[in-house]
């Protein structure tokens, strides 16, 4: 097991992606606080956890409002002893108004940052995961939506990659390495929206032609949680089925 003993923050755990990493981390052997907007989900992911033999607990958290992200960073501590890995991964879809997306797609993943690597360098060594995207690398158009996705979350999740690179220097000289993930299209419910109108031109534009299931990107989060990537710091990690190589 990969993450034996470790403990985990996700964000965003209840669905989609942060869902499918908490379930793969916590069946390699990491104790789990799933944060997020509701408590059913959150509660839901951890009782499959529990049911498998896991360790999993939750909390209430808006990525957006500093005072609950630090909360559920103290809270981690204080149920596990120590937080070796944190993943900001939740966050709204790509159409919402410019406000809304840098306050939980941007803020949130710089609280994220900030609050994880003060517990981390107390106690010198630690792991962070930011969740960007594609549309983090490049502009998204797409037909029939007018303005492709959202200016706020093309710049929020630009933003998350520098952002990445920035904490990635700050944690270095202790230990703590900081990465992102850049998704191409995922089959969540985020992209629901985008996915009625748009299944087949998303398909066709994809050059492995499908969407990524998310426990496809959940073993790239394993990957960069685990010392299988203990030389990389500061780097995004692109998975998208070669949407941004065309
Ligand atoms: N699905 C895709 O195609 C895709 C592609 C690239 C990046 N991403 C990113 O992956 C992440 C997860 O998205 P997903 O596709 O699994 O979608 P999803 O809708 O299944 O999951 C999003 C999660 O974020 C949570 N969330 C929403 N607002 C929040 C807030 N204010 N504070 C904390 N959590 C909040 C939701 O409760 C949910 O659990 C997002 O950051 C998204 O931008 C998704």
Redesign the pocket.
């Known amino acids: 097991m990969k993450l034996q003993g470790k403990s985990a923050l996700v ?9 499918a990493i908490a379930l793969l981390f916590a069946a390699e052997g990491a104790k789990l606080l799933l ?4 408590q059913e ?1 959150e509660r839901a992911v951890a009782r499959q956890i529990e049911d498998r033999g896991g360790l999993a607990s939750f909390i209430v ?4 409002v500093e005072a609950q992200v630090q909360a559920a960073i103290a809270a981690a501590v204080e149920a596990y002893g120590r937080l070796d890995i944190v993943v900001n ?6 159409l919402v108004p410019w406000d809304r997306a840098i306050a ?2 941007l803020s ?1 993943v710089y609280y994220g940052c900030l609050h994880a690597l003060q517990v981390m360098r107390q106690q010198s060594g630690g792991v962070i995961i930011n ?5 983090g690398l490049v502009g998204t158009k797409l037909p029939e939506i007018t303005g492709g996705l959202g200016y706020g ?1 093309t710049a929020a ?1 630009h933003g998350i990659i520098g952002l990445t690179r920035q904490f990635a220097l700050d944690g270095a000289p202790h230990g703590i390495r900081v990465n992102c ?11 629901e929206v985008v996915k009625r109108p748009l299944h087949d031109w998303l398909v066709k534009s994809t050059p492995l032609g499908r ?2 299931q ?1 426990e496809e ?1 959940a073993r790239a989060a394993l990957f960069l949680a685990s010392d299988d990537s203990s030389y990389m710091t500061g780097a995004p990690l692109t998975v998208d089925g070669g949407w941004t190589a065309r």
Do not use: E, Q
Request: glycine share 20%; net charge neutral.
């Open positions: 964000t965003g755990a209840g669905s989609g992606i942060g869902k944060a997020g907007p509701t989900r958290m808006d990525a957006s991964n939740g966050g709204v879809a790509g939980v797609d949130g969740m960007a995207s594609t549309a979350y999740k993930l850049c998704p191409g299209w995922v089959d969540t419910p985020l992209i969407l990524a998310p990107i």
